[in-house]
């Protein structure tokens, strides 16, 4: 097969590339070399490759600076998806798309999980354009699978998981306030990967939650993190309330991948064994990286 991975920089287009290849041929890019709101650049790539498949990890993700640079957020995260969902559907090519909790109000009670089959309500700007995206594939309708996923965070690009770290390595006797009234399914991006494979290689068509298994807050997240990188640094709990932030973050972005489970293509692990994993992998690159 051959498959086009858009965002292909970014922590889990880089991962597909690397999980892909063994298996198929790939062509992994990013800007400035491709950028999905540009029909020339889009049909430039399609006309001359002619992909099987193209998996969408492009997006634009700052969530807080959404807020005030909307029009470049829908942009990507809407119109984006709309011209490879036109462009899928004229050349038929299979398209997976990467989407988010934050279509998600949060509102729902802890523990009770997200189906695929749950009405979304986003509150960020960020969760709007995302489900603007979704809609846009949905009404174009070319063959696809979408995957909401959540809390990710992988070896390359920037996540949750490196800014604690930075901020434990370079000041460790400041300790961490890390907030703990906000609930969800933390996800290795590498795990990620080898689920759209799996989607991919199965072609399934149709909506997935696609998270780590379990739940947390990020306060457990980063307390279970800072032990197992073996780092002497005081994780606290704190509120939302005394975090303050120009988004609204759901309290509850807890994620079932029930539809994955029911097509029998549930490779998503226990979000502890793959943090565990993930940190025996890259423990020394992580510390070498925030230390630089």
Same mark, same amino acid.
């Given at each position: 097969?051959?498959?086009?991975? *858009?965002?292909?920089?970014?922590?889990?287009?880089?991962?597909?590339?690397?999980?892909?290849?063994?298996?198929?041929?790939?062509?992994?890019?990013?800007?400035?070399?491709?950028?999905?709101?540009?029909?020339?650049?889009?049909?430039?790539?399609?006309?001359?490759? @002619?992909?099987?498949?193209?998996?969408?990890?492009?997006?634009? #993700?700052?969530?807080?600076?959404?807020?005030?640079?909307?029009? @470049?957020?829908?942009?990507?995260?809407?119109?984006?998806?709309?011209?490879? /969902?036109?462009? /899928?559907?004229?050349?038929?090519?299979?398209?997976?798309?990467?989407? *988010?909790?934050? %279509?998600?109000?949060?509102?729902?009670? %802890?523990?009770?999980?997200?189906?695929?089959?749950?009405?979304?309500?986003?509150?960020?700007?960020?969760?709007?354009?995302?489900?603007?995206?979704?809609?846009?594939?949905?009404? @174009?309708?070319?063959?696809?699978?979408?995957?909401? $996923?959540?809390?990710?965070?992988?070896?390359?690009?920037?996540?949750?998981?490196? #800014?604690?770290?930075?901020?434990?390595?370079?000041?460790?006797?400041?300790?961490?306030?890390?907030?703990?009234?906000?609930?969800? *399914?933390? $996800?290795?991006?590498?795990?990620?990967?080898?689920?759209?494979?799996?989607?991919?290689?199965?072609?399934?068509?149709?909506?997935?939650?696609?998270?780590?298994?379990?739940?947390?807050?990020?306060?457990?997240?980063?307390?279970?993190?800072?032990?197992?990188?073996?780092?002497?640094?005081?994780?606290?709990?704190? #509120?939302?309330?005394?975090?303050? $932030?120009? $988004?609204?973050?759901?309290?509850?972005?807890?994620?079932?991948?029930?539809?994955? @489970?029911?097509?029998?293509?549930?490779?998503?692990?226990?979000?502890?064994?793959?943090?565990?994993?993930?940190?025996?992998?890259?423990?020394?690159?992580?510390?070498?990286?925030?230390?630089?």
């Amino acid at each position: 097969m051959k498959i086009l991975v *858009t965002g292909g920089w970014g922590q889990l287009g880089w991962d597909c590339r690397e999980v892909f290849s063994p298996r198929h041929e790939v062509l992994s890019l990013d800007l400035p070399n491709l950028d999905i709101t540009e029909a020339a650049s889009v049909d430039g790539i399609l006309n001359l490759w @002619k992909p099987d498949a193209i998996v969408n990890c492009a997006a634009y #993700t700052a969530v807080d600076r959404a807020e005030s640079d909307v029009a @470049k957020a829908w942009r990507v995260n809407r119109e984006g998806p709309a011209l490879l /969902a036109s462009r /899928a559907k004229a050349y038929g090519i299979f398209l997976v798309h990467v989407s *988010t909790d934050y %279509v998600f109000d949060g509102l729902r009670p %802890v523990p009770q999980p997200y189906l695929e089959t749950d009405q979304p309500n986003p509150s960020s700007v960020y969760g709007k354009s995302k489900l603007a995206g979704e809609r846009e594939i949905q009404e @174009k309708d070319p063959r696809h699978a979408i995957l909401r $996923t959540a809390w990710l965070y992988g070896a390359h690009g920037y996540n949750f998981l490196k #800014t604690i770290l930075r901020r434990a390595v370079n000041d460790p006797r400041k300790g961490l306030r890390v907030v703990s009234d906000q609930f969800g *399914t933390p $996800t290795w991006s590498r795990r990620l990967a080898h689920q759209v494979l799996a989607v991919l290689e199965a072609d399934a068509a149709g909506l997935f939650h696609a998270s780590g298994e379990g739940y947390c807050s990020w306060y457990d997240f980063a307390k279970e993190f800072i032990s197992l990188m073996k780092l002497d640094c005081e994780v606290r709990p704190c #509120t939302t309330a005394d975090y303050p $932030t120009p $988004t609204v973050r759901p309290a509850n972005s807890i994620l079932e991948n029930a539809a994955l @489970k029911k097509a029998r293509l549930n490779v998503m692990k226990d979000w502890r064994e793959d943090l565990g994993e993930y940190v025996q992998r890259y423990r020394e690159a992580l510390l070498n990286e925030v230390r630089a």
